[in-house]
């Protein structure tokens, strides 16, 4: 599980930072990536990785600001022409499905693969499988903006199987018995219980990506005890005025929200291009002042995200 | 007068050509630009230039697909978003402004200048002014292309201002009788004949840029005479059936364009980005067998029009 920040920059494209778009790899998982906003550009950042489009399988979308959706009807043409055959579903606020299919109608775009669409106006659960349940909660922006919770399930510990076939025990029917926990007795009258033989349960892992926001009881919610916050910082600490007139979060903001959340680690993006680089490191070291397991990020940051030991 | 190639891959992006778009720079005659498709991520390619994006005035589509529209709507607001407050006219096949206003709508993008639309279905004449005159005919791509011909007109020749003041003509109403080619005496008694003080006319220049297509008549009719053409040559000749069956044309396609039109260059854009630096070369080379001052163009790529002595 490793985050891929495609773009961290606000607003418009500058030299240094494209607009919004973050990759959630899931390869080990599920074998598939998982984008969370898709800024114009976004498909040219991802020329520049090693993903694959045809990988990304959902597409979740904040809201429906230019910078975080224009990337979107020409991601999905590439994808198709690059051989992607299998269905993508995109997860976004009402509005999102009118964007993409009027604008794939009127470049006469025809795919080979299907576009499910999961608009949404309103908190809720948007998808459960046996991994991953993701939730989302509405922010403040001024439009409707929205703040994702991934969360993975609890795993079962793995049985030991190299030490049971050590001990003789054969492969088959045994090992489900050992696996539920259950106590056995081999032919040569060796008593086993499968608990001994059954590692630690995996803690599933939790990430919270929120879209553009002012600071915002939901985000701390979402972000509750989660491995990473993805939050932006479009301003500094010192423009907390102008944050709150754009309907956006200050480093600062950000901090709170981390620290409220009892989160494990804080990635700032959105970032405003008026910042240069010597500041984006002040506004970093600002923010590690109130939650100090922060990170500012550039585009191409990776972060991985490991299991945890229970 | 200057043409400057922002993007000269065809379908998707890749990593040395991206999707269609060429300015023209009129800055000398008019202090504008004019853009001829917008892919998306031209307002990135333009990041990599001096153009102003709030200098582009009028913007002209050949046509709806993707790869010549998608950076549209992203541009538009990043006008906005530095500061560009004059309006900006869209010329392009009907459709164009559905897709335009939708995706601003949408994405909430509200800007300070206003956006003119001029959508065309049929051969029509687009603008005329003091120094230009713009037409388009359609041409053959499966969905409505359109090719432009860029029309300088003819400017009178300039009045020799430097001689006439040597010759002791003082400046005032005099300079307008000369200039309008009529004979003056001056209070000293020397005859003067306007015609002898005025320049040569300045002949107008021609530029002719043509949206995807097959071969077609209404190419060399855009095309007739002109300084330069710009021609899509997404295949190589080799590949005449594919281009056929695709509705583009071939390296040689072009080139027989130009010289039934009897252009004074051809530059050849929309190269596929199956052909490599060595291949696209070839191609160049093969179409200069055809017609000889032919240009195969790379991102970037920069072609002065100078004026012509008549
Ligand atoms: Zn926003
Ligand atoms: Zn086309």
Redesign the interface.
């Known amino acids: 599980m490793e985050l891929l920040f495609l773009g961290t920059g606000s607003?418009?494209?500058?030299?240094y930072r494209?607009v919004s778009s973050i990759a959630l790899k899931l390869l080990d998982e599920r074998n598939s990536v998982w984008l969370f906003d898709c800024g114009?550009?976004t498909?040219?950042q991802i020329?520049k990785t090693t993903i694959k489009p045809r990988k990304i399988d959902k597409i979740f979308i904040t809201h429906?600001?230019?910078?975080h959706?224009?990337?979107l009807?020409?991601l999905l043409?590439?994808r198709a022409?690059?051989g992607g055959d299998t269905p993508v579903t995109i997860y976004g606020p009402k509005?999102i499905k009118?964007?993409v299919t009027?604008?794939?109608k009127?470049?006469?775009?025809h795919f080979k693969y299907a576009i499910r669409f999961e608009e949404f106006s309103n908190d809720t659960t948007l998808l459960e499988d046996d991994q991953f349940i993701v939730t989302t909660k509405k922010l403040k922006h001024g439009?409707p903006s929205f703040g994702f919770r991934i969360q993975e399930k609890d795993r079962e510990g793995e049985l030991n199987a190299e030490k049971l076939r050590e001990l003789g025990v054969p492969f088959g029917p045994l090992f489900g018995q050992l696996k539920k926990g259950e106590t056995v007795t081999l032919d040569n009258g060796l008593e086993l219980n499968g608990k001994d033989f059954i590692g630690p349960k995996q803690k599933g892992r939790i990430i919270t990506i929120l879209g553009d926001t002012v600071k915002h009881p939901n985000s701390v919610e979402l972000a509750q005890d989660a491995d990473v916050l993805v939050h932006e910082s479009t301003f500094s600490g010192e423009e907390q005025e102008l944050a709150k007139n754009y309907n956006h979060s200050t480093n600062i903001d950000a901090a709170q929200t981390a620290k409220e959340a009892n989160v494990s680690q804080l990635l700032l993006t959105h970032i405003s291009a008026r910042y240069l680089f010597a500041e984006s490191k002040e506004i970093e070291r600002k923010a590690q002042q109130v939650f100090q397991n922060t990170q500012l990020m550039h585009d191409f940051s990776v972060v991985d995200v490991p299991l945890k030991k229970d």
């Open positions: 607003g418009v494209p500058a030299k494209n114009e550009a498909q040219h020329l429906l600001h230019g910078d959706i224009f990337g009807p020409g043409s590439s022409f690059q509005g009118q964007y009027m604008s794939l009127l470049s006469q775009s439009i």
